[in-house]
């Protein structure tokens, strides 16, 4: 629970980011929209339960992907934008203003079916999804024919994984017949329930896997916030708040929560890797 201190912390630091901006704070009966990565939304309902109560602010969250919470905001739809990825220079060229509020790694999951497999190498992975091994026998497995899984274009997850493997593999593609999925929870479940299948999504979301699925490590590293905070687990990337310049009134104050102390422990409770 937040403290009058905290509270009090923090709003002085969201009315520095609006006079910083030169702006005002929004009406207090508006409603706050955010939206876009379906791999921050589970995240940021958690904070809308508390943020609303005290900010007296009424709080819209929505997914869609990184590319649709990045768009969105260009475009005056959303407030702020939830990206699983950096912004690109083109967003930032639209006067995008990123905030920087978790880590976290991409990890690689496999269905319980397949044997033999508890790491890939980067090669490998990149391999399985340009189409060129087809089998997990290929790679020490079982006999048994891949299903690859992957996120549909425009995710933050999908731009992490396919930045990584293209850096791995010069001129690397994935192959057209992948089956693509809109958000974690049904890549989650399209690999939990297809056998012989291989996906990838958020580090939180692949520790909460009970059955069905199980992670690999990737070159002998298993991802973990100590792996991801020191840099041996290479698929990562930063989780972002896009705001349409500054941030203003109760984007400010949202922004300014989720980088307290408070807020960081809900990212960590969330599954995410906080900034300290």
């Known amino acids: 629970m937040i403290t009058a201190v905290l509270l009090t912390a923090v709003i002085c630091i969201a009315g520095t980011y609006a006079v910083a901006a030169g702006g005002s704070h929004q009406d207090e009966s508006t409603t706050l929209n955010v939206g876009g990565s379906t791999t921050i939304q589970p995240m940021m309902v958690s904070f809308q339960e508390t943020f609303e109560g005290y900010a007296k602010v009424s709080m819209n969250v929505t997914s869609g992907g990184s590319s649709v919470g990045a768009n969105s905001t260009i475009n005056g739809t959303l407030d702020v934008g939830m990206c699983s990825r950096d912004l690109k220079s083109s967003e930032l060229d639209q006067g995008l203003v990123a905030h920087i509020i978790a880590k976290d790694g991409v990890s690689v999951i496999i269905n319980s079916s397949v044997t033999g497999v508890s790491s890939l190498t980067l090669e490998q992975i990149a391999a399985i999804y340009s189409g060129e091994i087809t089998n997990w026998k290929d790679v020490g497995g079982n006999d048994k024919e891949i299903a690859v899984i992957a996120r549909e274009d425009g995710s933050g997850t999908r731009e992490c994984f396919d930045t990584v493997m293209s850096s791995t593999v010069s001129g690397w ?83 300014a929560w989720i980088l307290s102390d408070e807020g960081q422990k809900t990212v960590e409770e969330s599954g995410f890797i906080p900034l300290s």
């Open 173 to 255: 593609k994935m192959k057209s017949v992948v089956s693509q999925f809109a958000s974690t929870g049904a890549v989650t479940n399209a690999v939990t329930s297809t056998p012989g299948a291989i996906g990838y999504v958020s580090l939180g979301a692949a520790e909460k896997i009970t059955s069905g699925a199980y992670t690999v490590a990737v070159d002998g590293v298993m991802p973990s916030v100590e792996t991801v905070n020191d840099g041996t687990y290479e698929i990562q990337r930063n989780l972002v708040l896009a705001t349409k310049g500054p941030a203003q009134g109760m984007a400010a104050l949202l922004i």
